[in-house]
Each structure stands twice: as structure tokens, then as C-alpha cells.
């Protein structure tokens, strides 16, 4: 079974309408995983992950910098992993294609459930209530989510080099951020270097390379 990437489905919901709800920021963090595995899974710490998820779900504007890079990269330490082949995920992505929004938003409802820091699916969800039901409280809700995950990424990486990829949590997210900066990658070349946290994904075209670290585990494709 082929996995439909949202930024590929030639849908009513233009991604360029999307890009308004980001702030381009100039990154300057580092992401260590050995630290951030601590701090979502010590109950006691202040970056637990239930804590950074109960705020995000009602208000992700009280989450500070460092308590969103903790939720975003702290993902795969949690219990907020769904599979590859998900069937809430496919359901959303076919309604959406098919322009059903009603049953897009029914099944990205139950996916965030499982992955409510999908940055793609937070900002697709927030155009398709926008078509659907201009009245709809998660509209403003899914669109903070969205930039507060968005943001993040940004603020640590600027994809220029390898040392400085975008890092992202799956491949899917590689091409949303892309486009969220404006570049079509299924036109760039694709080279791939495995590593012990995830893959390197470098896209080239002329002289212009973006470079991704995408912290996917294996198992997420079973």
C-alpha cells in the first residue's frame, strides 16, 4: 500500500493560504535526544510529556521554546506514535483529496488523537473546518498548533548544510515544510544517508541543496 503525503493531494485547500500563519525565525538551538528522552519521560519533570500535551491541546501559546522543542522531538519517546499505515490518517488524506471535508474531519479528529503534533495534518484540519464550518472553534486552535510546530522546526534548522538540516519527525513533513518555504523537492533530486537517530535526506537542484534529518524509526513503517 502506497502512503499518501497530504502535501501531495491536489485538494480545494491551497497551501499557499497556509503560509501566512508562519513566522520565519533565524534558528539557534540543538536538539539532544539523550536529554530530551529524560525529560518526557520523568513524571516529575516540567517537560513531561502528558504536561506539554494537555497545554498544547487547550493552549499552545502558553508552551515556551523549549517546552515545544521537547513535545515536537520528544514525540518518539511517547506513546504518540502512530503506525505508517495508519487507517485514520489514509481515510483523511482520500476524503481530502475527494473534497469530503466532513469525513476529513472526522478522521483527522480520531488521527490526532494518536499524533496531535502532526504539523501537516494540524494545518490541513485548520483549512478544512475553515471550508466547512467557518464558526468552528478549531480553527483558531489547530492554526496556533499548527505554527507553534512549524515555528519550532524553523527555529532549529535552516536546512543550508548537514549540521544544520531541518530536522522533522517524518518524511511526509519534509515536503510540507518545503512547501511551506516555497519549494516543489519532487522536482529536486533525492539522496538519502541512514544514521543511528533517523536518515538524512538531501535534495539538490542546480546549485541549491536542503538538506532534512528526519527522526523516523523503523518500526513506524510496520
Excluded: H
Excluded at 17 to 39: A, E, H, P, R, Y
Excluded at 53 to 63: R, V
Excluded at 99 to 117: C, F, H, M, Q, R
Amino acid at each position: 500500500m502506497k502512503k499518501i503525503f497530504l502535501s501531495t493531494i491536489p485538494s480545494k485547500i491551497y497551501l499557499t493560504t497556509i503560509f501566512s500563519l508562519f513566522s520565519f525565525c533565524i534558528f539557534g538551538q540543538n536538539i539532544n535526544l539523550d536529554s530530551i528522552k529524560v525529560n518526557v519521560q520523568n513524571e516529575n519533570s516540567d517537560f513531561y510529556y502528558e504536561k506539554l500535551i494537555y497545554k498544547f491541546k487547550f493552549d499552545p501559546t502558553t508552551l515556551s521554546d523549549e517546552e515545544v522543542k521537547n513535545l515536537y522531538y520528544g514525540k518518539k519517546f511517547s506513546k504518540y506514535k502512530p503506525s505508517f499505515f495508519d487507517t485514520d490518517y489514509l481515510d483523511f488524506t482520500k476524503s481530502l483529496s475527494q473534497g469530503n471535508l466532513k469525513k476529513a474531519i472526522i478522521s483527522g479528529e480520531k488521527y490526532l488523537e494518536k499524533d496531535p503534533t502532526n504539523p501537516e495534518v494540524l494545518a490541513y484540519m485548520e483549512m478544512a473546518y475553515k471550508k466547512k464550518d467557518k464558526e468552528s472553534k478549531n480553527i483558531l486552535l489547530y492554526s496556533l498548533q499548527a505554527k507553534t510546530i512549524v515555528d519550532c522546526i524553523l527555529k532549529n534548522g535552516d536546512g543550508k548544510t548537514e549540521a544544520t538540516a531541518f530536522k522533522v519527525n517524518s518524511i511526509g513533513e519534509e515536503y510540507f515544510i518545503a512547501s511551506i518555504l516555497g519549494k516543489n523537492i519532487r522536482t529536486f533530486k533525492r539522496s538519502t544517508m541512514l544514521q543511528k537517530t533517523g536518515t538524512i535526506d538531501v535534495f539538490s537542484k542546480g546549485k541549491e541543496t536542503i538538506y532534512f534529518m528526519v527522526y523516523e524509526d523503523l518500526d513506524s513503517f510496520k
